[in-house]
């Protein structure tokens, strides 16, 4: 029997393995020439004896790698034969960032100690916060009248926050026109902490039966809610002007007269870490979160009444609160969302209005919504904190548990 003669590579003259990209060459050959036009490592190649006339080598390899490729195209190869995307194992064009190319240490040592160029800890202290809360409870609320309900009470509380924000304790010189705020930045944290904190403060001063509670309870619940009620109140000032078109689509209330453009406002976050924003995106809850946009749609569509307003906040606040704290204020807190369910019932019933059930069940969902929101990004806060993405540690550290 006759054996067929081997056919010799066109490139290399080793035995061939068929026609690839129209020559006749070895698998070896016909992937050097396909990987050196998908990759585009063959614009690089320089021939080593620089004159481009290498020879082949007996062992049917060649001295440099842009002879080889030359030989390729000389017999016949063609690169628009070539199939793109047909790799089982795709090459990403860069590196995927994780944990370990973020914070610039290999993966086998992250949870060793820091790195020792990191910025120190910057200590922010709220003490005066805490002292200042303590003055706002000491002098209580305006005297109301006793028969007021709960949510009554309270409607008028958030209509006195409209001139304690204006007040000398927040800063800021009343203005009849909207001020739209261009970045956050220190010392815009700081200012709103202040003012949200501190109107909190007022807030529940206006609350039954919370000025008999201790005082260590009354500022444990104050740290615990002050920014739920501050982002109900924005959530709920935004969607009321955006429905009588007295600001834009993108623009999201901060204050009585101030907004940003969820789109255009920047973040400046370099007072609290060392990474630039593109890199700690994956940590922030940005400006231009999605679930701005779809809370404030649904309380557009809702249109809730002041009261309506006031259920929501105090049952999104006490609820959590209680949650967080547990034992004794977990009591208390469900004694205050007993009766504030009872208001909210005579209310209604007040007002003439019999099938109110889907109004409640539209109010509970915008604010385990929110509830919702802050759960899934707790995780993230607790791995910055692991892995020091941020270098700013607070005096009170529970005021700023959750907040977002």
């Known amino acids: 029997m006759h054996e067929t003669p081997e056919i010799p590579c066109q490139i290399c003259d080793l035995p061939a393995h068929g026609n690839h990209f129209g020559a006749i060459s070895c698998r070896a050959c016909s992937a050097f020439f396909r ?55 795709k090459t990403p064009p860069s590196l995927p960032q994780t944990m370990s190319t973020l914070i610039g240490r290999p993966s086998y040592i992250i949870h060793c100690s820091p790195v020792a160029n990191a910025s120190k800890k910057s200590i922010v202290d709220v003490t005066y916060l805490i002292d200042k809360a303590n003055d706002c409870f000491d002098f209580g609320p305006a005297l109301l009248n006793k028969q007021l309900k709960i949510l009554e009470k309270m409607r008028i509380a958030n209509d006195f926050l409209e001139s304690f924000e204006n007040s000398e304790l927040s800063k800021i010189e009343p203005s009849s026109s909207m001020t739209q705020i261009p970045v956050f930045d220190k010392q815009f944290f700081m200012h709103y902490w202040e003012v949200d904190f501190l109107k909190t403060a007022k807030w529940l001063s206006f609350l039954d039966g919370f000025q008999k509670l201790p005082r260590t309870v009354q500022i444990q619940i104050l740290m615990t809610t002050w920014h739920l009620r501050a982002r ?22 901060i ?8 789109k255009n406002c920047k973040l400046d976050v370099s007072w609290c870490t060392d990474y630039p ?5 994956f940590f922030l809850e940005g400006s231009d979160d999605w679930v701005h946009n779809e809370v404030v749609e649904q309380l557009e569509e809702l249109n809730p009444s002041e009261i309506e307003i ?33 208001d909210l019932h005579q209310y209604y019933q007040e007002q003439n209005i019999k099938n109110y059930s889907e109004r409640i069940s539209k109010m509970m969902k915008i604010n385990n919504r929110i509830q919702k929101v802050i759960w899934e990004k707790r995780w993230k806060t607790e791995l910055a904190q692991k892995f020091d993405i941020f270098h700013v540690q607070f005096s009170h550290p529970e005021m700023f548990y959750d907040c977002c």
């Open 310 to 342: 006031s259920f929501m906040t105090c049952q999104f606040c006490f609820h959590y609160a209680g949650k967080r704290l547990q034992g004794y204020i977990l009591a208390e807190m469900e004694k205050y969302l007993d009766l504030i369910s009872d």
């Open 35 to 89: 990987r050196s036009i998908i990759d585009k490592s063959g614009e690089s190649f320089k021939c080593l004896r620089g004159n481009d006339k290498c020879l082949l080598k007996s062992s049917g390899k060649f001295f440099c790698k842009k002879c080889r490729l030359k030989k390729c195209f000389e017999v016949g190869m063609d690169s628009k034969l070539i199939q793109h995307g047909r790799d089982k194992i």
């Open 277 to 281: 924003n593109e890199q700690i995106q």
């Open 232 to 253: 109900m109140d924005r959530l709920c000032r935004t969607a009321k002007l955006r429905r009588k078109m007295k600001i834009g689509e993108n623009d999201f209330m």
């Open 255 to 262: 204050g009585s007269n101030s907004c940003f453009d969820l």
